[in-house]
């Protein structure tokens, strides 16, 4: 018997879309006010969840309080209050686009989980855009 457990979590972060190797134009034509030079933010809502066998012994499929520091040390203090462009190493030479914070953050997360069980990360850029990465 499988069982998902999940953690919600919360960063605001800036961030610039736009590929370097296109003009001002094309940027803005692709990406529109997301272009900005000066970089917007958003208030990123996350939710992690862990799909596996619940352990016999403990009740558990993941201790929560496990998870909670994995996603604190992990994701929290590398991307909030920064910006992802300039501060964050992972988007050196990476859009950071929603689709791309959440493939970063579910492989900042996998090799601290059991291989035995799944993982899916659920990034919120707003209340209504949101992103579903599951490896």
Known sequence: MKVKVSRKAHFNAAHRLFRADWSFEKNQEVFGKCNNPRFHGHNYDLIVSVTGE???KTGYVMDMKVLKDLIKENIEETFDHKNLN?????????N???????VVIWNKLRPHIDDNKEIEVVLYETPRN??????
């Open 54 to 56: 619940i352990n016999q």
């Open 86 to 94: 300039l501060d964050v190493p992972d988007f050196k030479n990476l």
């Open 96 to 102: 950071p686009t929603a689709e791309n914070i959440a």
């Open 130 to 135: 949101f992103v579903t990465y599951s490896g």
